[in-house]
C-alpha cells in the first residue's frame, strides 16, 4: 500500500510537472518498467476514472480511519470509493 501510494502520487507531480519537465514523466515511466510489482500496482488504482486521485485520496483517509493494513483490503476501500464516488469500478 505504501509503495502504490508513493508512485501514484509520485506520477501525478510527473504528469502535472510534464509540460515544464518532460524528463522528470520520463525517467519516472522508465523506472517504474524495472521496479517491482508492489510499485506498478497503482496503475490501475482508479484506471479511466477522471477523478482517479480522489478516489485514491478518499481511500487512504478511509483506510487509515479503519486501520486496514493489507493490500487486498485496500483494493475493497478503493472499490468502494470508486463506486461511491463515480460509479461501479
Known sequence: MVE??????????CDHLA?????????????LTLQ?????????WAKGKPNAGEIVRVSMIQARATRVT???QFQGV???QARQLSGPV
Do not use: C, S
Request: net charge negative; no cysteine.
Open 4 to 13: 502504490g501510494l508513493a508512485q501514484f502520487y509520485t506520477q501525478a507531480i
Open 19 to 31: 509540460p515544464r519537465i518532460p524528463e522528470a514523466k520520463v525517467a519516472f515511466d522508465r523506472l
Open 36 to 44: 517491482a510489482p508492489a510499485y506498478q500496482a497503482h496503475q490501475d
Open 70 to 72: 493489507y493490500y487486498p
Open 78 to 80: 478503493m472499490d468502494a
